[in-house]
């Protein structure tokens, strides 16, 4: 009661209320505003979940505490939405606009298959303009990022979404409109964003962006997805809110990363091509344990437990 009317109270001293009593009485009220409204806080956040709710909480956590690869993917949308005439020849020193770039990151990136072709598969929820232009081109790039803070720092442009905004020509000062995630990863040292052709069984290639980084990224996938020409099926799978992207890998950009040619991968360093992974809410990258794979464990309860990732050094 004082707090709610405390300022009321003030105005009604005989003498008036001096300036050192006006401003308790000022502190007093907002004080208990705030202490009200961090009591209601505290008694929302006490509610009891629904059955549904407490089964996902208890499944979300238990995925953070596994290591999740982190990679980037790149493609092209449209010109014009939802045509792709792939039997017209393409004109490689035709102008691309930026702002059809399109790339998002994955952290449900994994391989389906070795043989007797490559096969991939992730998910993307939709609706997702990543998603709209994969339907469109149905090629992408993979970009395997390395376990350092120059990868996270990709990884983490990309997970904004596919936002667009103006900057100034640098020779006629007219405008471009470019890719923000793209622009924000092009900017970095030792970062640049080109254009980089794939093949296609059609009379012209596949024009897409490519994050070209040493020190960034390991290796740049060239990936198709499945049943072209067939959007009701094939690699496109509708699950809920999500659709299901089964994709083949058709080949490894040369000059990128420790690639310098489709048959040999030059480095040998395993700390430095280690994949950049996530997990518990911060990107890691996987370690080697000391216990080889398929070999006997002896460890008790009190035994210490090894741990298969670990924090990125800076």
Known sequence: MLARNGRQLASKFPNGASAVEKRFFDVFFRWSRVGCVAAGSRRSSTQTLSPAEAHSQKFRHIMRLMPHPIVV????????????DWSKPGDSKEEIDPSLYRGMTLSSFTSLSMGPEPLITFNIGFPSRTLSALTETRHFLIHVLKANTGGSYVADAFTKGNAVHAIPGSEDGKETVVNTAFHEAGSQEHMTVRVHEMEHSGKRGVRLPLLDCRSAVTAVLESQVLGEGDRAGGGLIRIGDHVLVVAKVTGVVAGVGG?????????????????LCYRDGKYAKARKLI????????????QESEDATEELDD
């Open 73 to 84: 993917l790149t493609t092209m949308a449209s010109k014009t939405p939802g045509v792709v």
């Open 259 to 275: 690639y310098t040619d489709t048959t040999k991968f030059i480095s040998v360093d395993s700390k430095s091509t280690r994949g």
């Open 291 to 302: 216990r080889a794979a398929g070999s006997s464990w002896q460890g008790g309860e009190n």
